[in-house]
């Protein structure tokens, strides 16, 4: 299976299934000298763990990281880092039933016409399972921004038509609550609405927005390795996200050019800074200085326990009732998992402009 591989200087490699032995993920690139341990990636790792509240699955997994290689006493060596977890509450028999027929909204049928086979316990490399390796790798990323100055924040934006508003924002209101929203009304609201679609047998779809802050002007090519649009390869590339915006999006399209473009002034000290930031930190495809926002759409949890309409590998239309344990709405576990393939992204273009001139 060919791409499971990101990133140009700094490398990650991720392996394993829902269903098998563990996850794991390999770091080529890291720089030596980098103080690491297992305790700095579990803190990431506990935020995207499976059972941790009414409204994610109750599949219980520890998610205990291990470091198999590149750290030695307390810091990176600059060879590969690998690590893994090793899975401990799979309950395959809940997938038996459907080994052969087709969910709607997931892959199956896609692996089905690639490979001409599948691996149905829970997905296989498309379950939600491997975003572990992901947000295992991006903690180490987080960690090397952080020698540079330069900070990503994500958080849950909206859950169904519930979102957060700017006047109740409240940072620190994100880790008081499951639903990692910033907007204590909000969370409130997302609860009640999240209730009715559970006794419905229903799930919701959400908005995260991450915001990295720090970064300096000039991250990211000109063509083809644009920061925007590696962030929307990267953010695009987790399972269920499907749509991707930078600074105002879409919304940009229905404005005008006076109210969309952000204005250079230079102020007391010198510097060149934007009044405004329309453009959500990014210009001709590198950082311009200001905070780079990006926002990811999730589609509602597939997996529901409503009787659905699809079709068997033997070509027969048949009806399926999904049984086992899934998440009702994914946005909450996928928060850190948006900080994750932006901190390695951004941490990716940053070494690789090191190289631009002398």
């Not at 399926?320 to 909450?332: F, L, Q």
Request: glycine fraction near 12%; include cysteine.
């Amino acid at each position: 299976m060919a791409g499971s591989t990101f990133g140009n200087i700094f490398r990650v490699m991720t392996w394993g299934e829902s269903h098998g032995r563990g996850i794991g993920v390999t770091i080529d690139g890291c720089p030596a000298g980098l103080a690491l341990s297992e305790e700095d990636i579990q803190v990431y790792l506990d935020r995207r763990k499976p059972g941790q509240s009414r409204f994610t699955t109750a599949r219980q997994e520890g998610d205990r990281i291990e470091i198999l290689s590149g750290v030695f006493e307390g810091r990176t060596t600059g060879t590969p880092i690998a690590m893994a977890a090793f899975n401990e509450d799979q309950r395959s028999r809940d997938y038996s039933a459907i080994k052969d027929v087709y969910r709607p909204g997931h892959a199956d049928y896609c692996y089905d016409a690639k490979y001409g086979f599948r691996d149905y316990r829970g997905g296989g490399r498309s379950s939600g399972r491997e975003t572990l390796a992901r947000v295992a790798a991006g903690a180490v990323a987080a960690k090397v921004l952080k020698e540079y100055g330069i900070t990503v924040t994500a958080y849950t934006k909206s859950i169904g038509p519930i979102e957060i508003a700017a006047e109740r924002f409240e940072l620190a209101e994100r880790d008081r609550n499951r639903l990692y929203m910033p907007d204590a009304r909000a969370v409130e609201e997302a609860e009640i609405y999240l209730d009715g679609l559970m006794r419905e047998q229903d799930s919701s779809g959400g908005v995260v927005e991450c915001v990295v802050e720090g970064c300096p002007a000039g991250v990211g090519e000109p063509v083809f390795e644009k920061l925007d649009a590696c962030l929307a390869k990267a953010i695009m590339s987790i399972g269920a996200v499907k749509g991707f915006e930078i600074g105002d999006g879409f919304a940009a399209a229905k404005s005008r050019g006076s109210q969309n473009n952000d204005a250079f002034r230079v102020n007391d000290a010198g510097n060149i800074y934007k009044e405004t930031n329309h453009a959500g930190g990014v210009l001709g495809g590198m950082s311009d200085g200001s905070p780079i926002v990006l926002c990811a759409a999730f589609k509602p949890t597939p997996s529901i326990a409503q009787k659905q309409e699809t079709a068997n590998r033997a070509g027969e239309n048949v009806d399926i009732e999904i049984y086992g344990r899934h998440d009702p709405v994914i946005v909450p576990r996928a928060v850190v998992v948006v900080e994750a393939m932006t901190a390695l992204t951004v941490l990716d273009l940053l070494l690789l402009g090191r190289s631009a001139r002398i």
